[in-house]
């Protein structure tokens, strides 16, 4: 167990909907990670928060957004869905200390069935 | 543009025997790379994480190599077991945008 919790673990929707993940980092983690996982395709990258802030961004679509409350969980919107949007959608945290190696540690995923 | 390739892209190998999984990438400017390892259908799981400094790094059966001059690195697993069937990622970060860039994995399977 990472420490990471996402909810729902599963969710089946149809096109054109919108949904929301939400992300618990570990206790302590400031730094939360979205990435989507398609059916046998690698991990990319979507959007980086540190305490509340956008840090960095990876290949998010217009449609998706994100954002990182004060009590440092997250949730990951994603609008105007599409067959091509069904993936594994990963949330991950770390620390992020200056000069350190910060792990990302990752949470079970949700899983996303677009019908 | 930043990228990350892998080889092989599967693996298959006896029980007991050692393999090599490489990695090489032409992300710029380079801060680290980490091996993952990422069991079906579950978040991946930090094996190693290296800095531009350090040529190897060790975890149990586990032992990645970094050259920062060639851009490449390799995962070397010892004596495999069963369980280390799963699917290997290699991932760099830049300084810069300090975006990760993640390979595609190796899928390696261990027969008994």
């Known amino acids: 167990d990472s420490g990471v919790t996402q909810t729902p673990k599963h969710l089946i929707t149809a096109t054109g909907q919108r949904v929301t993940l939400r992300c618990s980092p570990r206790?302590?983690?400031?730094?939360v990670y979205w990435y989507q996982q398609s059916l046998d395709q690698g991990l990319q990258f979507l959007i980086q928060y540190y305490n509340g802030e956008e840090r960095a961004k990876g290949n998010i679509l217009e449609r998706f957004s994100a954002q990182q409350f004060p009590d440092l969980h997250s949730e990951l919107n994603l609008s105007s869905l599409e067959l091509g949007d069904s993936a594994l959608y990963f949330c991950?945290?770390?620390?992020?200390?200056?000069?350190?190696?910060?792990?990302?540690?990752f949470g079970p995923g949700t899983r996303l069935t677009v019908l | 543009k930043n990228q990350v390739e892998q080889s092989p892209q599967s693996l298959i190998i006896l029980e007991g025997k050692n393999c090599t999984l490489q990695c090489n990438y032409t992300v710029s400017p380079f801060s680290n790379l980490r091996w993952y390892k990422q069991d079906t259908g579950r978040g991946p799981v930090s094996l190693t994480i290296?800095?531009?400094?350090?040529n190897t790094k060790s975890n149990g059966r586990y032992t990645a190599t970094l050259d920062a001059d060639t851009k490449q690195s390799s995962l070397h697993i010892t004596a495999s077991q069963l369980s280390d069937s799963a699917s290997y990622i290699c991932v760099v970060r830049d300084t810069g945008r300090r975006a990760l860039t993640f390979g595609s994995g190796t899928r390696l399977q261990v027969q008994p």
């Open positions: 206790s302590g983690d400031l730094s």
């Open positions: 290296m800095t531009f400094s350090e």
């Open positions: 991950a945290s770390s620390v992020e200390v200056a000069g350190a190696h910060n792990e990302q540690f």
